[in-house]
C-alpha cells in the first residue's frame, strides 16, 4: 500500500513536471514565433545637407532615401550651428568630404533653418510607408545627435558638454546619441560620465559610421559606454555629406517597431529595442527568457538565462559567426555556421558579482566581413 502510494506519488510528479517542461516550451516556441513576426525598420539616423556641411536641401535628402536607397526612415541631422537662435555665429560651409571641394563664404546661424528642416521631414514622411526625421547634430570636439525638440535651440546656453547637458535635461522627450565615439582622437564625454537622469534620454551610440565612405567600427566605445552604466542601444549611420543618402554603404540601424511612424521608432529607441546592421536588410532576433533585446530581466543568482538567438540574411549571404559578449567584453560563447540563417538555443546560469546588472549582446559577422551588433538584454540581480 505504501509502495503504491510512492509509486503514485512519483508518477504524479513526473507527469507535472513534463507537463511544466512541455508548458514552458510551448510558451517559448509561441514567443519566437511572435517575434518573429515583429515589424523591422531599417533606416539612417545620421545625415547632412547644405544647411550645415553637406549638399542639396533636406526635401532631396529624404527624397533620396525613401525612393533611392529605399529605407523605411530617415533622420537629416545638421550641425548645431547652422540653427543658432541669434544669427550671430558665422560658420564656414565647408569641405562636403565626399568630394573635398569647398564651398564659398560665411553662413549664418538661421533660426529658420531648423523650421524649414522640420516642414521638409513632414512634408516627405508617407503614413506607413516612410519616417523622415528632422534633428541636429551638436558638437564641437564630440558629437551627439538630437532627435523630438522643438526649434527654439540656445546655441548660448551649450557651448560645453555640461551647459549642454543641462539643455538636454530641460528637455525629457528628446531622444539622442553618442556619435562617432573617440573619432580622431575626440574625447568621449567625459569619459562616458555616467547621469542617472540623462540615460533615458540618451539612448544609442554609433558603432559603425561610414561619413569617410568606408566602415569605421566603434564597437568597443560601446562597450566602455555600457560599463561605464548606460543604457544604449547601437545605431550604424552613413554619416552622409554628399548629394545621395543611404547608397554609399548599406550601414542601418533596424528598429522592432510596432508601426512606421516617428512617434513608435521614438519609442523603440528609447526601448532599445534595435540593432546595428552593415548589411542592409540582415534580420537579427534576440531574446533572453524570452524577453525581446532591449529588456532588462532580474534574476536570482543562480537561475538560468534562456537565450534564443535567429539570424536570417534574406539575400543568401553567409552568416558565419554569433558571438555573445557581456560586461568588459567578455566573450561568453560562439557558435560558427556555413549557411545565410542561423537559430541558435543556449542556456547559461546567470552570475553576478555585486549589485550590478549584467547585460548580454549578439555580435553576427557574415562571411563578406560585415557585421552586425545587437541591443544588450540587461539582467538585475534578485536578493
Ligand atoms: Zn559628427
Ligand atoms: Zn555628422
Redesign the pocket.
Known sequence: MKGNFFRFNFYYVLSLLFLLVFAFEAESEQRRNEVQELNIYFGGL???TSISDGELMPEDAFRYARDVAGVDFWAV?D?WYAFDTSGAIGFQAVDSKSNGQKTQGTKRGNSENFRILKEHAKKESIPGKFVAIGGF?WGITE?I?VFNTDTKLKLSEWMQLKSFYNWLRKNPDAVAMF??PGEGGTPVWDDFKYYKDLDSIINCIEVINA?AGSYEDFVDFYFMALDAGWHLGPAA?E?S?HSFWGTRCECRTAIFAEELSEESILNALRNHNFYATADKNLRLYFLGNNNLMGSKIALKRGENINFYIKVVEPDGEVVSRIAILSNNKTLIKEFENDKSQFEIIFSIPFESVGEEAKYYIVEVSLQSSKKAISSPIWITPLN
Open positions: 545620421h545625415s547632412h541631422t550641425h547634430e558629437h545627435n556619435n562617432h561619413t549611420s554619416d555629406h
